[in-house]
């Protein structure tokens, strides 16, 4: 069992390692300044075949706006990685995107822009003491929350990307909810 968990250590570990500011994330409060700008060139009767093309390309694209619960502390930075394949899942550098925020509460809110419609997983890991690792144990078992799409449970290996799979649909706004996962 303790040979099983350092795998699923070192696997995650290699996941939020490679975890680095992205342009398709962006904080909630990031949006704000984003949704301010997009509506006023959205009123602008003279805008250019650029901007039209610009506009209609961000009308296909998805938003998922994700909030993590059961912290245990409001130290550290929260580690995302975003999937678009199944094979990637949950691999060190093969993420759709990545994004690292700051904790600031136990209960943190943040939304990912610009998302191609498709089938995604999310992977989230707490770094309390931003060492960019999952802590362990002496037996192996995680010290850190770390948690996953819908919610999927990760017993003795991270879970399959079926288990965390989601929809984000043309011009959606998709809701999602990780509780983190302690042992």
């Known amino acids: 069992m303790r040979l099983t968990w350092n795998l699923v250590m ?28 997009s509506v006023s060139s959205n009123n602008n009767t003279n805008s250019s075949s650029d901007d039209t093309d610009t506009n209609s ?10 909030t993590i619960t059961n912290l245990k502390s ?13 094979e990637d899942f949950p691999e060190k550098d093969r993420t759709y995107a990545a994004r690292i925020v700051e904790v600031e509460s136990k ?6 822009d610009s998302i191609e419609p498709g089938s995604y997983a999310l992977s989230v890991h707490h770094d309390e003491n931003e060492n960019d690792e999952i802590d362990q144990n002496f037996v192996g078992i995680p010290q850190e929350g770390f948690g996953f799409s819908n919610n999927a449970s990760a017993t003795f290996s991270p879970p399959k990307f079926d288990n965390a799979k989601f929809q984000v649909e043309k011009g959606q706004k998709k809701k999602l909810s990780i509780k983190l996962q302690h042992y």
């Open 10 to 37: 070192v696997f995650l570990a290699f996941i939020f390692l490679s975890c680095e500011k992205d342009d398709r994330l962006n904080a909630t409060e990031d949006q704000n300044a984003n949704d301010s700008s």
């Open 57 to 66: 390309q961000i009308d296909k694209l998805g938003t998922i706006e994700i």
């Open 74 to 86: 409001t130290k550290g930075q929260l580690l995302f990685g975003l999937y678009n394949k199944a």
């Open 107 to 112: 209960k943190v809110s943040v939304q990912m």
